[in-house]
């Protein structure tokens, strides 16, 4: 499968990259973190995040997911997805810190986030969308990357003439996903089997509906 490049990569900076793609609003901060806040926090969040191994259902299979995750919430509301519940955790006060930066950058309020642990190219998540009710319509999904660099790939979903586009998400690199980009596109952070250096994921999120 061909695949453009999502950002141009001479445009690297510490300002907003504001990407044009239909049907969507993409916005990148390559530095949203200093190198050393982000190595802080990468390091911070491996050793203390009480990770979990969770298992979903696909085709009548129950199978692990490739990854490890937590879910944090400010009104302890637990995350559904994929027939499976993950309960919720209080925040910490490294992840309100986090989470401080992000509105800064954002000017969106988010009152979860949900963290996940790749441990090396051989974890994954496939192709899907953030459209589930509890996330109301349009919603707006804040990505921090801290640790290895890993390919992030969109494909519309209706329009099959539009190629996929790819970036790679680097250490301390913010991506903010808005407008009908959940309703329109598909994403997926896909196998990398070159890559053997752990990679933390935070996407911040607004659950507006009460967990199913």
């Given at each position: 499968?061909?695949?453009?490049?999502?950002?141009?990569?001479s445009?690297?900076?510490?300002?907003?990259?504001?990407?044009?793609?239909?049907?969507?609003?993409?916005?990148?901060?390559?530095?949203?973190?200093?190198?050393?806040e982000?190595?802080?926090?990468?390091?911070?969040?491996?050793?203390?995040?009480?990770?979990?191994s969770?298992?979903?259902?696909?085709?009548?299979?129950?199978?692990?997911?490739?990854?490890?995750?937590?879910?944090y919430?400010?009104?302890?509301?637990?995350?559904?997805?994929?027939?499976?519940?993950?309960?919720?955790?209080?925040?910490?006060n490294?992840?309100?810190?986090?989470?401080?930066?992000?509105?800064?950058?954002?000017?969106?309020?988010?009152?979860?986030?949900?963290?996940?642990?790749?441990?090396?190219?051989?974890d994954?998540?496939?192709?899907?969308?953030?459209?589930?009710?509890?996330?109301?319509?349009?919603?707006?999904?804040?990505?921090?990357?801290?640790g290895?660099?890993?390919?992030?790939?969109?494909?519309?979903?209706?329009?099959?003439?539009?190629?996929?586009?790819?970036?790679?998400?680097?250490?301390?690199?913010?991506?903010?996903?808005?407008?009908?980009?959940?309703?329109?596109?598909q994403?997926?952070?896909?196998?990398?089997?070159?890559?053997?250096?752990?990679?933390?994921?935070?996407?911040?999120?607004?659950?507006?509906?009460?967990?199913?």
């Amino acid at each position: 499968m061909h695949e453009q490049s999502l950002f141009d990569q001479s445009s690297a900076s510490d300002e907003a990259i504001r990407i044009a793609i239909p049907d969507a609003e993409l916005t990148f901060f390559e530095h949203a973190f200093s190198g050393a806040e982000a190595n802080a926090h990468f390091d911070a969040l491996l050793d203390s995040t009480p990770w979990r191994s969770d298992e979903i259902r696909i085709h009548g299979k129950i199978i692990p997911i490739p990854r490890l995750q937590a879910w944090y919430c400010d009104d302890d509301r637990p995350l559904n997805y994929s027939g499976m519940q993950v309960p919720a955790l209080p925040l910490t006060n490294r992840l309100r810190l986090i989470r401080q930066r992000v509105v800064e950058l954002t000017g969106s309020t988010f009152n979860g986030v949900l963290v996940n642990c790749y441990r090396d190219g051989n974890d994954s998540v496939g192709w899907h969308s953030d459209n589930e009710p509890e996330w109301g319509p349009n919603p707006v999904i804040a990505s921090v990357s801290f640790g290895a660099a890993r390919d992030f790939v969109l494909k519309h979903s209706r329009d099959k003439t539009l190629k996929p586009v790819s970036h790679l998400l680097t250490h301390g690199s913010l991506l903010v996903m808005g407008g009908t980009v959940q309703s329109t596109w598909q994403h997926q952070l896909p196998k990398r089997k070159r890559v053997i250096e752990t990679r933390i994921n935070l996407t911040f999120r607004n659950l507006v509906q009460p967990g199913r």
